[in-house]
RNA sequence: GAGCCGUUAGCUCAGUGGUAGAGCCCCUGCCUUUUAAGCAGGUUGUCGCGGGUUCGAGCCCCGCACGGCUCACCA
């Protein structure tokens, strides 16, 4: 045996002697007649009468002189092998022993028995290595703890540890569930455009790109907004779309560069109706992937049963504060009376900015079971209906559960003429220094211009109901793979 | 963008100025019902990168990179 101490290049001796076997350590085909789970279920509890052909990775080997145990992982499971020198006769055996590393997937063939301790084990009559492992695995013990290679590599996380498997599981199932709710209550599913000539939609600084071919500027959506609205203008009255949404901004545990978002609208719905919807949703889906209408989040448990408590944006504040954002209805006023009470605001464009900083500094904290705030500022909110008989207000909730702002909704503004003098708002906001401010959108206009129904949209993130749903303080722990900055430059792999 | 913390073997981690360590993994030998197999022996390293202080730096100082947490902005 060499001395080498470079692991890989072991791995890479025995894949060569494997190779000088005549073997082909990397066959195009595998035979396998049964999972692991399959060959479990099919032991007819007599040794030596069930045969199956298994095959996957192996994640624990134990070689005692003529014979060997080893465990083959597949997606159903694990299962024992049982390898054995008489058996196999010396080439084979010594193939397996002088050429298979932790992590090789093999297929094995042999009929079931029981060993001493009970566990079903396939006795091997016959086995060949299906793929080269070249890299050794996380150790076994501890798994693989580093937060930054799991993200990077978020294989070996997968790999290496089960809870982070099942969380993807479980996001996969809610993202089902979510869709089985909306299209059994008719909506369908849309697809619009990612890459957009004119963002909008939500406040948020976008990415920026370019077309070659048409000479252009584009941007990465930042919501769906815009063009699910268009398709009610074009008659189709339940929409839907899941998708990413880009938001060039910070990041941190709650918010990921590019996340997963739904939006959803219907015609002759008001924001009413969807707090109807939204709640029922969550307690549908919790229900049917987590069996139970209340989740554990962060230690506090959470009670998704509607009807979720509605309160005002007015009196959330005043409760929690005594302020009352009716009375302070300027900017200085709203400063004035949070700086009397202790609060510190930090200066704002505006009294709407001040009312949501001093929200979010005063209630958003308490929100832990589900709460839908409701009637938001006019200002900062270009893109929904006026209250009647409140002219600064809108139809507006965004809901929170376990403190996180989970999703945001309103009763759609309709009227083409006010759609314009909101986005003229929004200009003169960019004009003064608003980085996140609305831009002006004509050929939405247009869109509206052509009658729009009243109509009541709804949006959340896919990513923060996982979390609450998974028990996941970060977002990172949600998204396969989050956005990293770039590992330490290989220097010349620079792509061209 | 700011503050704090972290980066040591393939993995998980000790190591507070004096010869670079442990467990698992890996390698060699023994071992035909083991399962965190066992027993005996052995190897691993740009201590993140670059400077500096010092007789001497994994450890102290400065800069940089990446990550985590908190904050700011947002969902």
Redesign the pocket.
């Known amino acids: ?1 060499t001395d080498s ?1 470079d ?1 890989r290049e ?1 791995r890479l001796e025995k894949l060569e002697r494997q190779r000088e076997q005549g073997i082909d350590p990397y066959p195009p085909r595998v035979e396998r007649t049964h999972t692991s789970a399959e060959a479990l279920a099919a032991y007819s509890g007599e040794a030596g009468e069930t045969e199956v052909g298994v095959a996957g990775r192996l994640v ?8 060997t ?1 080893a465990h083959l992982a597949d997606g159903s499971g694990r299962i ?1 092998v049982y390898l ?3 058996v196999l006769g010396e080439e084979l055996y010594d193939l397996f022993r002088r050429t298979i ?2 992590g090789d997937f093999v297929s094995a063939r042999g009929t079931l ?1 029981q ?3 009970g ?1 079903i ?1 396939v006795n091997v009559s016959s086995w060949r290595p299906v793929a080269k492992t070249l890299r ?1 695995l ?12 799991r ?1 990077r590599q978020r294989y070996l996380d997968l790999l290496a540890n089960e809870d982070v498997r099942t969380i993807f599981v479980t996001r996969s199932r809610i993202v089902s569930a979510v869709r089985r709710f909306l299209d059994e209550q008719g909506y369908i599913e849309v697809e619009t455009p990612v890459l957009q000539p004119m963002y909008g939609g ?3 600084r976008p990415f920026t790109t370019y077309h070659n071919a048409l000479g252009q500027t584009f941007y990465l959506r930042i919501a769906d907004e815009l063009y699910l609205k268009r398709l009610i203008v074009g008659g189709l009255e339940k929409v839907y779309e899941i998708g990413h949404n880009f ?1 060039n ?2 990041v ?6 590019e ?1 997963t978002a739904i939006e959803m609208y219907e015609a002759y719905a008001d924001y009413n109706d969807m707090m109807c919807l939204i709640e029922a949703l969550y307690h549908d889906v919790a229900v049917r992937v987590l069996g139970s209408e209340t989740i554990t989040y962060q230690g506090q448990e959470i009670v998704l049963t509607p009807p979720w408590r509605r309160v005002s944006m007015r009196d959330a504040i005043l409760e929690a504060s005594g302020i009352d954002i009716e009375i302070e209805r300027t900017q200085d006023a709203l400063v004035r009376a949070a700086a009397a009470r202790g609060i510190t605001l ?1 200066s704002q464009s505006g009294w709407g900015k001040a009312v949501e900083k001093l929200f979010e500094s005063v209630v958003e904290p308490r929100l832990v079971q589900p709460t839908f705030i409701t009637d938001f500022p006019a200002e900062v909110s270009p893109l929904a209906k006026i209250k009647p008989g409140a002219p600064h207000l809108v139809e507006r909730f965004e809901f929170y559960i376990g403190t996180l ?1 989970c999703g ?1 909704a309103f009763t759609e503004l309709n009227d083409p003429l006010d759609q314009r003098e909101r986005f003229a708002a929004q200009v003169q906001a960019a004009a003064d220094g608003d980085a ?1 401010a609305h831009p002006m959108d004509e050929d939405y206009i247009i869109a509206m211009e052509h009658g729009m129904p009243p109509t009541g949209g709804l949006g959340f ?1 896919i ?2 109901m996982v979390m609450l749903f998974t028990d996941q303080a ?3 722990e949600v998204i396969l793979f989050p956005a ?5 430059a290989d220097s010349a792999s620079e792509p061209d």
Do not use: C
Not at 60 to 67: E, Q, V
Not at 252 to 257: A, G, R, S, V
Not at 484 to 488: E, F, V, Y
């Open positions: 045996m101490s692991r072991q624990a080997i134990r070689i005692m002189g003529g014979s145990f024992q054995r020198r008489d590393d932790l028995f060993t001493r301790t566990e084990t050794p996380p150790e076994k013990w501890h798994g693989l703890r580093d937060v930054e290679t993200y939500a406040a948020a938001r901004e910070g941190d545990t709650q918010h990921n560069p996340f930090v702002e945001n996140e993130g990513d923060r970060s977002i990172r990293l900055r770039s590992a330490a």
